[in-house]
């Protein structure tokens, strides 16, 4: 079956859903998106979309602070999402992708007198990495952060994503799976498109919002999974060499889910091996997210 794409309330085929050459987003990124991930769970017959409301709660922040404005409150948007992923009916697992953007016009930066335009669709996705089981192979990229004050790396917006590019494919070209990125000031911040956390002596750590992280909901998710497990978890900032002498070091996000890291810049993080702590927290969220876990309930919206 062909799929669909929900584009400003209609339907359209996937080889259809195409944006005019001239739309503001194209050219300067005006746009505001997010990443959810939909598990299908055989047994239960049923496909779980992940903190549904949380995603949509931060891209209606998100446009708040670009200005854009669509005919949707947050629950049409939500149930929006739901529609989309039933449309098209795929029975494993996705990933959704809602945008928000500035549309079609004369050329210039100043964006207001264009349309403000959505878009809704939906792929299979299994791993985001291949080496998620065995562990990561990180780099600290020469790429720094952006910052709050020159664009806000709290929301998930378009332009600010060609920082996490750059360092994506520095990378990948370099022979490493993913990179960590510093602040301005040379602290831990996040990967190109995931938290990070490390664990020290049984404690769990990841860098505060205000060392230029996104608010990751996955992150949420697993600082509350960290927190019924017994395990406290400290927001605060943290230095680069503390990344070579952790103990057990691990990506946080919705396409990442939570993926392992055993080296950074060629440095063995402990031994080598998915961490006790790591593991156990990796378990703990896939048995949430696919419905195995009652008491997550509410971090599930059914698909059909």
């Not at 809704?120 to 791993?127: C, D, L, N, Q, S």
């Not at 600290?140 to 590019?165: C, E, I, M, Q």
Request: glycine share 8%.
């Amino acid at each position: 079956m062909s799929r669909k794409v929900l584009m400003n309330g209609a339907y359209v085929a996937w080889s259809e859903a195409t944006v005019h050459i001239s739309t503001h987003a194209l050219h300067y990124g005006t746009a505001v998106f997010e990443g959810i991930r939909g598990y299908h769970n055989d047994e239960k017959r049923q496909s779980f979309i992940v903190r549904l409301t949380e995603h949509v709660e931060r891209l209606y922040r998100n446009m708040r602070v670009l200005r854009l404005s669509i005919p949707l409150n947050k629950q049409e948007f939500a149930n929006a999402i739901v529609d989309v992923v039933r449309q098209n009916a795929l029975l494993e697992d996705v990933y959704i992708r809602p945008i928000v953007y500035w549309g079609a016009g004369t050329v210039g930066l100043y964006p207001y007198g264009r349309s403000n335009d959505y878009a809704i669709y939906v792929e299979p996705m299994g791993k985001y990495f291949d080496d998620i089981d065995s562990g990561l192979k990180v780099c600290v990229s020469s790429w720094a952060r952006l910052s709050d004050n020159s664009l806000p790396p709290t929301g998930k917006f378009a332009g600010a994503y060609v920082n996490s590019v750059l360092a994506k494919v520095e990378a990948v070209q370099n022979g490493y799976d993913e990179a960590i990125l510093l602040t301005k000031d040379g602290f831990v911040s996040e990967g190109s498109g995931e938290n990070v956390f490390l664990v020290r002596n049984g404690t769990v750590l990841t860098p505060p919002v205000s060392d230029d992280i996104l608010e990751g909901i996955t992150r949420d998710a697993i600082i509350t999974l960290c927190a019924d497990r017994g395990y406290k978890v400290v927001e605060r900032t943290i230095s680069r060499s503390e990344l070579y002498s952790t103990d057990e070091l691990f990506f946080t996000g919705t396409a990442g889910e939570v993926a392992p890291i055993t080296s950074v810049d060629g440095i063995v993080i402990g031994d080598g091996a998915v961490g006790a702590i790591t593991h156990e927290l990796k378990e703990a969220y896939f048995n949430a997210a696919r419905g195995n876990e009652p008491r997550y309930s509410q971090w599930l919206t059914p698909a059909f």
